[in-house]
């Protein structure tokens, strides 16, 4: 038993000399998925340390993958589980959750390998996607303009007007059609009473972060005030813009915050939607995006309303 141990930590060793130069987060897994190996650039990535995760399970791990539709990959779905039972590479886009509170989008790649004396292992190589890396690189020029709400490092209420007016202007001159998300944290007040202003500063950053991953890198999110924050979806349908909005609005309510104290904290948000039309102008689709998303809080809220045509 010794000596396997000994084959196996030597191992582990050897490749992470190799795996530790890498840019991409990596970590390793054996059959049964408990994490051996994690790499330094998995921590910048995820935010959480070796120390964290190493010698837990990945199936009860903090990252908790979530795909597209709302699945909790760890339970449906892994490329981890896929590959042990079949011995071929997988290659996903997913959404991981961040230490600070923020979903991340994803490309993983599980392969499979061996392990002396330990049988069959996975390696998972994953980074952020490159065009959202491109979005953020593009949203720091933009802060030199001074459009950039510095919180939550989406855009500010000036960005969305600027932007807003553009894709009016396209609308009106060649039919291109656009749509409007209006969201709004269901019982902020309530956060910052109970909690502290830093952790709703916290809940805002992570907020934020999650809407800038959930979105394609030609739509447009700013915070617009408070709690509010508005999402401009160029070139698409109602059913489209339906689609994104419940996106943002699962991602946020399977996400949570470590709270300095031990505690979990967890929030949700409503939305409203509204697709352009003719004779709209930017206040007129602001007004209906924000009636909609009244009915969504009126209505329960965690919930997603689309405007009428």
Known sequence: MQQTDERTSNTVVELSSILEVLHEGAYIVDKDRRILFWNDAAETLSGYSARQ???????????????????????EGCPIAAVLQ??????????MHHKDGRRLAVHIRAVPMTIPGRGPA???VFDEITERSQLLKELEALRQEVMIDPLTKLGNRRFFEITAEARMKSWENRAIAFGLLMFDIDFFKKVNDTWGHPAGDAVLEAVGGTIAAAIRPLDAAARYGGEEFVVVVPNCTADYLEAVGERI??????????LPGGERLSVTISGGGAMVRKGDTIDSLLARA??????????GRNRITIAEP
């Open 249 to 258: 609005r699962m991602l946020i309510q399977t996400s949570w915050l470590d």
């Open 122 to 124: 996975v390696l998972e």
């Open 53 to 75: 995760v190493v010698g837990s399970r990945c199936a009860d791990n903090i990252l908790r993958h979530v795909s597209d539709d709302g699945r909790n990959l760890c339970e």
């Open 290 to 299: 924000d009636a909609a998303l009244y009915h969504s809080k009126e209505h």
């Open 86 to 95: 079949n011995g071929k590479t997988q290659d996903l886009v997913a959404y």
